[in-house]
């Protein structure tokens, strides 16, 4: 497994001191991750993968879309090569039940409840 950047990992940054003070009562940088999670994940990923791309693979892939489609996505995070192995397990977390229920909307459940922990979290940094 590749390591992530220690430069470019968001939880190394909050670990540090410096992380920390800076994310201490500064709401709007907590704002702007927020509107970061909801644009990235659910109308950014989400809704370009499972919405859009999942339905109209079926004529090219047949009963496996969803697996091709989780491979694109993994593909898709090349700029980031440490998710590469996590976006892999995706296929079977992301792109099954979007396929298996036909919608777009179980995808973006399942795919924003990491970000809902994460800022849950970050919740907590802001109100010390």
Same mark, same amino acid.
Do not use: C, K
């Given at each position: 497994?590749?390591?992530?950047?220690?430069?470019?990992? @968001?939880?190394?940054? *909050?670990?540090?001191?410096?992380?920390? $003070? =800076?994310?201490?009562?500064? %709401? +709007?940088?907590?704002?702007?991750?927020?509107?970061?999670?909801?644009?990235?994940?659910?109308?950014?990923?989400?809704?370009? @993968?499972?919405?859009? *791309?999942?339905?109209?693979?079926?004529? $090219? =892939?047949?009963?496996?879309? %969803? +697996?091709?489609?989780?491979?694109?996505?993994?593909?898709?995070?090349?700029?980031?090569?440490?998710?590469?192995?996590?976006?892999?397990?995706?296929? *079977?977390?992301?792109?099954?039940?979007?396929?298996?229920?036909?919608?777009?909307?179980?995808?973006?459940?399942?795919?924003?409840?990491?970000?809902?922990?994460?800022?849950?979290?970050?919740?907590?940094?802001?109100?010390?």
């Amino acid at each position: 497994m590749i390591p992530p950047v220690a430069s470019h990992d @968001f939880s190394v940054f *909050l670990g540090s001191d410096a992380g920390q $003070a =800076f994310m201490s009562g500064n %709401w +709007v940088w907590f704002a702007v991750i927020v509107a970061l999670f909801v644009f990235n994940t659910a109308l950014g990923e989400e809704l370009l @993968f499972r919405g859009v *791309l999942l339905p109209r693979m079926q004529g $090219a =892939f047949g009963r496996f879309d %969803w +697996v091709a489609n989780g491979f694109l996505f993994a593909v898709y995070h090349l700029h980031e090569p440490w998710l590469i192995p996590s976006s892999l397990v995706d296929i *079977l977390a992301l792109s099954y039940p979007s396929r298996r229920y036909r919608s777009a909307l179980m995808g973006i459940i399942v795919h924003s409840s990491q970000s809902v922990f994460f800022l849950a979290l970050l919740l907590g940094l802001v109100l010390q």
